[in-house]
């Protein structure tokens, strides 16, 4: 059974670090595309970024690049988000999620394997 776990949220204070950890089972990152969005409280999910299944290129919002880097691993089948110069507004649930695609996009529509998410809280 296809399955993403994410893991590595918490709180943080403005400035601050996390890394993401999307441990996926059931598929292999070589064919499916990979793609990291953020859900605030009372807002509509976004895209955050994406990992193409061809070539590990990688998208990035216009809010979170140069911020944020997306990896992968393919060995250990783990997806990564170092999230850097954290603030307020990157408060929310991060959930991963996958795609049968080459070329990744930030649309969710495209993603059909989700995590349950990992919340992330940007205070002081």
């Known amino acids: 059974q296809a399955q993403l776990v994410e893991s590595g949220g918490g709180l943080v204070q403005p400035g601050g670090s996390l890394r993401l950890s999307c441990v996926v089972s059931?598929?292999?990152?070589?064919?499916?595309?990979i793609g990291w969005f953020r859900q605030a409280p009372g807002k509509e999910r976004e895209g955050v970024s994406c990992?193409?299944?061809?070539?590990?290129?990688?998208f990035y919002a216009h809010s979170v690049k140069g911020r944020f880097t997306m990896s992968r691993d393919n060995v250990k089948n783990t997806v990564y988000l170092q999230m850097n110069s954290l603030n307020a507004v990157d408060t929310g649930v991060y959930y991963c999620?996958?795609?049968?695609?080459?070329?990744?996009?930030?649309?969710?529509?495209?993603?059909?394997?989700w995590g349950q998410g990992t919340q992330v809280t940007v205070s002081s």
């Open positions: 059931g598929f292999t990152l070589d064919y499916y595309a």
């Open positions: 999620a996958a795609g049968p695609r080459e070329l990744c996009v930030l649309y969710a529509s495209e993603y059909d394997i």
């Open positions: 990992i193409s299944s061809s070539d590990a290129s990688t």
